[in-house]
């Protein structure tokens, strides 16, 4: 198994662009979750899914949106990016009977200039 | 609301030493408690977690940590530290979600330890 996978693992974009975050996990979970880390400050959720079909908002969704049509993919959407959106962003799945045991990707660095 | 700090931003040790990480929480009822390590460039593993009964829970790599409802705390432990220890520490606590049936986690904002050879 691959785990959780995260595409890309770095990107620069420019203010007022948009991209995907790309998630994928292989393990049939039904639970996935988009988190952004900030230095010092922790991580902090911004969308989670339970299942296909169904999202909800986390902490800090402002500027953001996701979907998700299968059940292996979560992709996290930037629409109009802004310099308060440079972070490292983690994406994380798990089962729903263990929310708590969570699987990471590797993360995406972007940074918005 | 359900929340973690974590006191500690920054501790160093020497290999061998032992090591202490400070969690203090902040809930109503009996918390599930969490801790996670992220190495350098890495996401986040789960090293141990707490829901009840015994108050000591051992976790991987040779990490415990004890809750202590008294102190609300739940500090991580290792009598001896290696060099690979070297990572960033998440305390986090398990909270009900907006969403039907939906659980969150929120983490504090994380101890970096160094470890001196």
């Known amino acids: 198994n691959a785990g959780v996978t995260q595409t890309p693992k770095f990107r620069i974009l420019k203010i007022g662009q948009s991209m995907t975050l790309q998630c994928a996990q292989d393990m049939n979970h039904n639970y996935m979750y988009w988190y952004r880390q900030d230095p010092g400050m922790g991580l902090k959720l911004i969308y989670y899914s339970v299942g296909a079909g169904i999202t909800d908002k986390g902490e800090v969704p402002n500027g953001y949106n996701v979907s998700r049509s299968t059940t292996e993919d979560f992709p996290l959407r930037l629409e109009l990016a802004a310099p308060s959106q440079t972070s490292v962003y983690f994406c994380?799945?798990?089962?729903?009977?263990?929310?708590?045991?969570?699987?990471f990707g590797p993360g995406t660095r972007l940074t918005v200039t | 609301a359900q929340s973690v700090t974590q006191p500690d931003i920054h501790i160093t040790v020497s290999e061998g030493a032992s090591l202490e990480l400070r969690c203090n929480y902040s809930?109503?009822?009996?918390?599930?408690l969490f801790w996670y390590v992220q190495s350098p460039g890495q996401g986040l593993q789960l090293l141990l977690k707490?829901?009840?009964?015994?108050?000591l829970v051992q976790g991987i790599k040779g990490f415990e940590a004890e809750f202590k409802r008294s102190q609300s705390s739940f500090n991580l432990r290792k009598p001896s530290v290696h060099w690979s220890d070297a990572a960033e520490y998440f305390c986090?606590?398990?909270?009900?979600?907006?969403?039907?049936?939906?659980?969150?986690?929120?983490f504090g904002k994380g101890t970096k330890l160094s470890v001196i050879p």
């Open positions: 986090a606590v398990l909270r009900r979600g907006s969403g039907a049936g939906s659980y969150q986690l929120t």
């Open positions: 707490y829901f009840s009964g015994d108050t």
């Open positions: 809930y109503g009822a009996t918390p599930y």
């Open positions: 994380a799945s798990s089962t729903s009977d263990r929310a708590y045991e969570q699987y």
